[in-house]
């Protein structure tokens, strides 16, 4: 599995909007080929800038398959007019794992 | 819990001797407050740029406390001789879950 790792940076006052697009858009990633499902982190320093990251099984999965399908196109609807810069995306692999899994306290 | 991002970027033929670092400063987190471990990426498009993501109980565990410890110290000298350059250190805090917990498959 590789990680998408999408830096977004929102237009000012546009955080709780662009968080509901998201929330909304998690059954588009649930149903794409080859998606581990997905994640929304928001930056301490800068509550604007938010990390988004989806799993993928291969980098084909995300680049090559989801770009090209319609449910990419709704998730860009139901998101892209609350991003104040283009998207910058990068692509991780976990090489060394340690971290507990999360909870919500 | 938050996530310290911590971009690094490692000197050329340095990535193994990095990551075999990296592994032996595990302890270090382990043993440190309110620390949840530490997972280690590597970015696909350019293998020479790591992503280190720790668990944090608070974000003064991690730059009060952890860096004026005498084991952030050790975890520079661990792997601080393989960088390129500083790094550079964003913190998160998660949103919205829907990610699967990583398979190594």
């Known amino acids: 599995m590789i990680h998408e790792m999408a830096s977004i940076l929102v237009k000012q006052g546009m955080g709780g ?3 509901q697009g998201f929330l ?13 499902g ?3 982190e928001r930056s301490v320093e800068d509550p604007l800038r ?21 449910d990419y196109g709704r998730w860009r609807d139901l998101v ?4 104040a810069a283009p998207p910058s995306v990068d692509h991780t692999k976990i090489v060394i794992d340690d971290l507990a899994t999360e909870e919500f306290t």
Chains 1, 2 share one sequence.
């Open 24 to 36: 909304e858009a998690l059954p588009l990633f649930k149903r794409a080929k080859g998606c581990h």
């Open 80 to 83: 892209g007019a609350f991003f």
């Open 17 to 19: 909007r662009f968080e």
């Open 50 to 70: 938010y990390l988004v990251i989806v799993g993928w099984e291969t980098l084909e999965d995300h680049v090559v398959v989801f770009r090209a399908s319609e």
């Open 38 to 40: 997905a994640r929304l």
